[in-house]
Structures are given as structure tokens and as C-alpha cells.
């Protein structure tokens, strides 16, 4: 079940037991919405050096990117950059997180999405991809995408505790990484 904002409002401010809190630092009331909160995009993002063929045999890919900090993204026709978001999440473990690309941004040809597990800590990385022929600038800040929220019918028996855990800033892929 999807929870509404008066579910993710009280995840987010009342007390709750050991791994059952929902955390989102910045908390910002305004970008509670009525079934998700929005997430604003932070200044740092990963770009590609250039283009590249990737394999699998040990790919080193944040070798292959650029990391930059800057407050306008410009995003030219086809582009893929990684970004995150301004907030921190803690995931409880009873809650699970999809990440969808604001329909405002789909509408001018911005897109992404992503998937939160259960008790799981950090920023989020965005994968943005303009999907358009414009060239579409973007600044850091904005409402970029939104987190929508679902409960699980049980806890899992493993929570989150994956490459990615705590991450701070965009990540690459970890995908052949040992």
C-alpha cells in the first residue's frame, strides 16, 4: 500500500522503534505531496569523459566519469549524467521506495527512475537522461523527482546492505565491482 502524505509525515516525525524510522534530512514540508515527497537535486553529478565501450571484465567505471560540482546541469539532446539528491534517506525496513522523475521533468523529456530497498541509508542517485532534442539547463535545488513510499506485507530477512549503503553523492555503477 502506498502511503499517503499524512503516513509519510508521521514515518518521518514520530518516534518509532529501532529500524522502523523513516529519515529525510532536509525535511521540507513543501515537498510533501499528496502519495510521495519530492526530491531536490543536488549540485554534484557524474558525467561521462567521453564516450566509451564498457565491459565487464573489471570495468573500472568511475575511472570513465567525471565527478563536478556546478549549479546549472545542461543536459544536451541524449545526454546521461548521474546526480543525487539533497536529502538523506534511512529506509525503515518496512518500507520500500520508488523514485520517478516529476511528470514536469518527463514533459519536457527528462527521465529516470530508480528503486529504494528496505533499510537502505544515504542519498539517492538520480539517473537523468534527456530523453528530447532540446538542450534543457537545469538548476540544482529543483524538484527534480519524487520518492513514493510502500509499505511491505512483512519485514524482509535481509534489509539493505548493499555497494551502495550510506552513499554520499552519485555513484556510480557497482555493477562488476568486487
Known amino acids: 500500500m502506498v502511503l499517503a502524505d499524512r503516513d509519510i509525515r508521521t514515518a518521518v516525525h514520530e518516534e518509532h522503534p529501532a529500524n522502523h524510522q523513516l529519515v529525510i ?3 521540507r514540508e513543501e515537498n510533501l505531496q499528496p502519495s510521495g515527497y519530492d ?3 543536488s549540485d554534484e553529478f557524474l558525467l561521462w ?3 566509451c565501450i564498457i565491459t565487464p571484465n573489471g570495468a573500472d567505471i568511475e575511472s570513465l566519469m567525471e565527478r563536478v560540482t556546478q549549479h546549472w546541469l545542461t543536459l ?7 546526480g543525487c539528491s539533497r536529502e538523506y534517506i534511512e529506509m525503515p525496513i518496512d518500507l520500500c521506495g520508488e523514485v520517478h522523475m516529476r511528470s514536469s521533468m ?7 527512475s530508480g528503486y529504494i530497498d528496505p533499510g537502505f541509508k544515504g542519498q539517492i542517485t538520480l539517473e537523468i537522461k534527456n530523453h528530447s532534442q532540446n538542450t534543457i539547463m537545469i538548476s540544482s535545488g529543483e524538484r527534480i523527482a519524487q520518492i513514493v513510499f510502500e509499505n511491505l ?3 524482509p530477512e535481509k534489509p539493505y546492505q548493499g555497494r551502495y549503503l550510506g552513499q554520499r553523492g552519485p555513484q556510480p555503477s557497482r555493477l562488476w565491482s568486487k
Open 25 to 27: 534530512k532536509p525535511w
Open 39 to 41: 526530491l531536490t537535486l
Open 49 to 51: 569523459k567521453y564516450p
Open 76 to 82: 544536451n539532446p541524449g545526454d546521461f549524467v548521474l
Open 106 to 112: 518527463w514533459r519536457l523529456g527528462i527521465g529516470g
Open 153 to 155: 506485507c512483512c519485514e
